[in-house]
């Protein structure tokens, strides 16, 4: 069964491209030119991934990945944005965003960035359905349901977040550099923008270690993180 992708792009000489390509490589591909169509088409559950365009016509692409999040939708999101500044690249991510692509784009980067995606979420939807919980420490990570306890306190945490907690979980009490951390929790190699792993850490020190005498999450001088438990 193929894919299904859904492409929101108000213009349509790079929506049609972006068509053509993607059907090309054998996806299914739907189209959406403004943001509130883009919105309930994205919603509707029958698409495994979005191509989001930001400048929309309506609703603009953060706003509609915002409201997409915000219901529980965890469907995999490529932002396609023109500007290329670490800010904007963080508020896409903080918003919920799975990848980010800068116009003008090659193709090929863009087809591999879906391809990888899509393969990242059916290995994520296949180890959860082998393994419901991880333990770290005090911490308790349901996989299938994304929630997240230390101790009984519930945690609420951004798709992104999450995602790196269950990396450095599954690596707990082993240094990971900020490449191996950026380039396996994001996907693919995104040179020189390793502080997006800082940002996101300390997104979740505040998240996961604020108002604990432990503190899970370490720095490793020099290199990158580790999430220690206690007696490791
Ligand atoms: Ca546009």
Redesign the pocket.
């Known amino acids: 069964m193929s894919e299904r992708l859904l492409v929101i ?3 349509e000489g790079i929506a049609r491209i972006l068509q053509l390509e993607l059907e090309h490589e054998g996806y299914e591909v739907g189209r959406a030119e403004d943001g509130r169509t883009g919105l309930e088409m994205a919603s509707s559950g029958e698409w495994d991934l979005v191509l989001l ?4 016509p309506g609703i603009n692409g953060i706003e509609v990945l915002r409201r997409l999040r915000s219901a529980g939708n965890p469907i995999p999101v490529v932002l396609l944005t023109a500007r290329d500044t670490v800010p904007d690249k963080v508020s896409g991510f903080e918003t919920g965003a799975n990848d980010y692509i800068t116009k003008p784009f090659a193709m090929e980067e863009l087809l591999a960035r879906v391809r990888n995606l899509l393969r990242i979420f059916q290995q994520q939807s296949k180890d959860s359905e082998g393994a419901d919980v991880l333990k770290a420490a005090e911490l308790t990570i349901e996989l299938r349901t994304r929630k997240v306890f230390r101790k009984e306190l519930a945690i609420e945490l951004t798709p992104r977040e999450f995602d790196l907690l269950v990396y450095l979980a599954e690596n707990k009490n082993r240094e990971k550099t900020r490449e191996e951390i950026l380039s396996d929790v994001w996907g693919y190699d995104f040179i020189g923008e390793t502080n997006l792993v800082d940002v996101y850490i300390r997104y979740l020190r505040q998240k996961i270690d604020r108002g604990f005498r432990y503190k899970l999450i370490h720095t490793i001088r020099g290199v990158g993180y580790m999430l220690k438990e206690p007696d490791a």
């Open positions: 792009e108000d213009e365009d930001v400048m929309l």
